[in-house]
C-alpha cells in the first residue's frame, strides 16, 4: 500500500506555470506506475499524464501535450507535474494516483480504474 500527498497548487494567472508534487510513502515507490488526472466542477475525472516505473515512458492526454510534463523521482519517491501556459480551463482538483499492476498495453497509463490508489488533490485555479 502506498500514501500519496499533493502539492503545489494554487491561484495563478492565464499563461502562468506551477510545478505540482506528489510525494509517496509506504511500499516502494518504483514498483508504481504513477498518473496525474485533473477533475473540474461539475466534470468527471480526466486523465492528464502518467509515467513508467522507470521513468522512461510517459504519456499525455493530446490537450496537454507541449504544457504538461510529467516526471519522477524514485530516490526521492515523488512525481511531478509541470504545467506550462496554463488556461483558464485548467482550473481543476489535480490528483496523483498509483497502480501496482502490470500495465499490458500503453492504453492501461490513461485509464482511471487502473489506478488503485490516490491522492487528496491540490487546487489549481488559473484567472483570466
Known amino acids: 500500500q502506498v500514501q500519496l500527498v499533493e502539492s503545489g497548487g494554487g491561484l495563478v494567472q492565464a499563461g502562468g506555470s506551477l510545478r505540482l508534487s506528489c510525494a509517496a510513502s509506504?511500499?516502494?515507490?518504483?514498483?508504481?506506475?504513477m498518473g496525474w488526472f485533473r477533475q473540474a466542477p461539475g466534470k468527471e475525472r480526466e486523465f492528464v499524464g502518467a509515467?513508467?516505473?522507470?521513468?522512461?515512458?510517459?504519456y499525455y492526454a493530446d490537450s496537454m501535450k507541449g504544457r504538461f510534463t510529467i516526471s519522477r523521482d524514485n530516490a526521492k519517491n515523488t512525481v511531478y507535474l509541470q504545467v506550462n501556459s496554463l488556461k483558464p480551463e485548467d482550473t481543476a482538483v489535480y490528483y496523483c494516483?498509483?497502480?501496482?499492476?502490470?500495465?499490458?498495453?500503453?492504453?492501461?497509463?490513461?485509464?482511471?480504474?487502473?489506478?488503485?490508489?490516490w491522492g487528496q488533490g491540490t487546487q489549481v485555479t488559473v484567472s483570466s
Open positions: 509506504g511500499r516502494t515507490f518504483s514498483s508504481y506506475v
Open positions: 509515467i513508467s516505473r522507470s521513468g522512461g515512458d510517459r
Open positions: 494516483a498509483a497502480s501496482e499492476d502490470v500495465f499490458y498495453s500503453s492504453s492501461y497509463y490513461y485509464r482511471v480504474g487502473k489506478y488503485k490508489y
